[in-house]
């Protein structure tokens, strides 16, 4: 018997007309490409959303076209989203700091039919739009006034191109399983793989989002989202926001310490997310300068491990709340946070740090399991740790064009690449990629928590841990270390910080100090480019075995 209640589709641009109904005045600032703060609201975004739509209808742009985007979080960016996804075509976000050959081949393999660009990206799309054969039309989110000179052919200022629309359009009926979205992995190994979302999934994630456990807000808070939107969807938020009808504050192109404190303060943000490097410039800003952040209640810390001397300082100094969390391109991203269930909520200190340095529980719409390499499950002790695999209806169940088959199977089960360890109570803790585990002795050594151990020290800016070649325990750990500026850490310090913290064995045979840790497009340490440009390295005491 089937259940008595509407069919209503999950549709993204039904977000957009939830915003504009009940949330129309909130407010969405933007440090404008061009320079100056610009100020809209979500009724306007939605009008000129329609706008988008209207015009790409009208170029022959229709349901399945790939348009991409090559462009800061901004909120012509939302614009172009929405107008993109109300005509049943696929936004497909282009990571600009990706090498510009890397860009097109992505460009290509999704064949990407229009690109909207901003000016900062200009001299990129100069070089490779020629190379992407699909490409028909590109729009510069700016007005005329900023148009750069260009030689490229079909190019167009976005506020000229959407001057003679009158926003007099529908939203397209669609599937809710229609495609909407799309986001090519960074690809650290083999070429970059596409992610594929649905209007379903991410209406989907957005609910999942905004849960008090996950990132708990509400239309009382103002949201800055430093996560690009051309990392991972910004973790959602361009959905999630206007879902709960939150004053979103988008950062431009100004990630620096100061730009995004300025935000911070002068929009009284309540609650922001971004990778770990992005926080470390705050910080040191902040220490520089003195300055506090009255108004931040909550900041989201994920993408790569955040280092528990960061939480510490967040936490203690600032008044800051600390959500650990964990995701992937592929999850939409978001897997685990790491709020306080009951059995942790009245944990202070050290104990409270210790459980903030695991990534947190899934929450519900992600499930979870270790494996070991024969896909066994393992135990939820917080020790055992395994393959990490994961299910859920905003979860991949294919790349674009069917690369990496062999990371889903056949119950859905799709296998994250990353090693951890899973509490009685939830609580899942990344040691590692699986790729970067250092193996000694037919033991695995987790590089994560050398790693952030290692930036707890005083005088340590950044640390990676990689496994160098050894003949007798077949991998030992180089620790790879850049000072903070000013600072001459040596060797024997940092052994000596770590002695008594990690198993002996743990412990890093070697330290080196360089000026630059190499990381990737999406912040994260390139542990790849590391171990190459440490191959050749010979552990002491090696020679003598
Ligand atoms: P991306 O798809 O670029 O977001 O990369 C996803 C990968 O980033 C995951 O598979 C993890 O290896 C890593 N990652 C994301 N968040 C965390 C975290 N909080 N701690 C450790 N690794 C993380």
């Excluded at 929405?82 to 497909?92: E, K, N, R």
Aim: aromatic share 8%; with cysteine.
């Amino acid at each position: 018997m089937l259940g008595l209640m509407q069919q209503w589709p999950l549709l993204c641009h039904k977000i957009l007309d939830y915003a504009a109904i009940q949330h129309g005045s909130r407010e969405v600032v933007t440090r404008s490409v061009e320079g100056p703060i610009t100020r809209t609201t979500y009724a306007e975004i939605r009008v000129r959303s329609l706008k988008v739509a209207q015009k790409l209808a009208r170029d022959g742009f229709g349901e399945g076209d790939r348009i991409a985007t090559l462009a800061w979080n901004t909120a012509r960016h939302i614009e172009a989203w929405y107008g993109t996804m109300g005509i049943g075509a696929v936004y497909h976000t282009l990571n600009p700091r990706l090498f510009p050959d890397q860009i097109a081949w992505i460009m290509n393999h999704a064949e990407d039919k229009a690109l909207f660009v901003d000016l900062t990206f200009m001299p990129i799309v100069e070089k490779i739009a020629t190379q992407v054969s699909s490409l028909q039309k590109i729009i510069v989110l700016t007005d005329s006034a900023h148009m750069p000179d260009t030689k490229l052919d079909n190019v167009v200022a976005y506020e000229d191109w959407l001057a003679d629309a009158d926003s007099d359009f529908a939203w397209k009926e669609l599937d809710e399983n229609a495609a909407c979205g799309m986001c090519y992995t960074s690809g650290t190994t083999g070429d970059p793989k596409g992610v594929l979302y649905s209007h379903r999934s991410n209406v989907l994630h957005a609910l999942i989002a905004v849960q008090p456990d996950a990132m708990g807000i509400s239309s009382r808070d103002t949201i800055l989202p430093v996560v690009p939107m051309f990392h991972a969807n910004a973790w959602g938020l361009a959905h999630s926001a206007p879902m709960i009808g939150a004053k979103l504050v988008m950062p431009g192109a100004r990630m620096d310490g100061e730009a995004i404190y300025e935000l911070l303060d002068t929009e009284k943000v309540s609650f922001t997310a971004a990778v770990p490097t992005v926080w470390l410039m705050l910080l040191q800003h902040l220490e520089e300068t003195g300055k506090k952040l009255p108004h931040l209640n909550k900041v989201v810390i994920g993408g790569s491990a955040c280092p528990r001397a960061m939480t510490e300082k967040f936490q203690r100094i600032y008044d800051v709340e600390v959500i650990h969390a964990w995701g992937m391109t592929e999850m939409s991203p978001l897997g685990s946070l790491g709020s306080m269930k009951p059995e942790y909520a009245g944990l202070e200190g050290d104990a409270k740090l210790d459980i903030q340095e695991k990534q947190g529980f899934a929450p519900f719409g992600v499930e979870m399991k270790i494996t070991d390499d024969e896909n066994n499950d393992l135990p939820w002790d917080g020790e055992t740790f395994g393959r990490l695999k994961v299910r859920g209806p905003a979860i991949a169940s294919a790349y674009y064009g069917g690369a990496g088959a062999e990371q889903f199977d056949s119950d859905n089960w799709f296998d994250t690449g990353d090693v951890a360890h899973i509490d009685p109570n939830g609580y899942m803790e990344i040691t590692d990629r699986a790729k970067d585990v250092i193996k000694s002795g037919g033991e695995w050594i987790s590089t994560i928590t050398l790693e952030n151990l290692a930036v707890g020290h005083p005088d340590v800016a950044e640390a990676a841990a990689i496994g160098i070649a050894h003949p007798k325990w077949d991998e030992r750990p180089l620790l790879v270390v850049v000072a903070k500026a000013g600072k001459s850490p040596s060797k024997d310090d940092l052994l000596d910080y770590l002695a008594g913290k990690v198993a002996k064995w743990w412990l890093p045979d070697d330290v080196v100090f360089v000026d630059e840790i190499p990381h990737t497009a999406t912040g994260k340490i390139q542990k790849t480019t590391l171990r190459d440009q440490f191959r050749d390295y010979s552990l002491p005491g090696v020679e003598a075995l």
